[in-house]
């Protein structure tokens, strides 16, 4: 199935520009379900150099030392 990216070029631009930025940023993307959160994101880095890191509900210390193993 083929999904298509739309009507998300706001979103985009704000990205590309915290990405393009001088000065090191962390970035936290939120929302209600199924908006389309990780599409985003996921379309966003599909050519940058990047960490993706999604947290699950558990300890804070478990996605801690989970998001340590990718950076």
């Known amino acids: 199935m083929i999904q298509h990216f739309v009507n998300r070029e ?7 520009d915290r ?3 001088k ?3 962390f970035l936290i993307l939120y929302g209600r ?3 389309g959160k990780t599409e985003l994101i996921l379309h966003f880095i599909k050519d ?3 960490v ?3 947290a699950e509900e558990r300890r804070d210390e478990e996605n801690r030392l989970e998001m340590q193993k990718l950076m």
Do not use: D, G, T
């Open 33 to 35: 379900r199924r908006v």
């Open 23 to 25: 000065k090191p940023e």
């Open 48 to 50: 940058k150099p990047s």
């Open 52 to 54: 993706y890191f999604l």
């Open 10 to 16: 706001n979103e985009l631009k704000i990205l590309e």
């Open 19 to 21: 990405y393009r930025s």
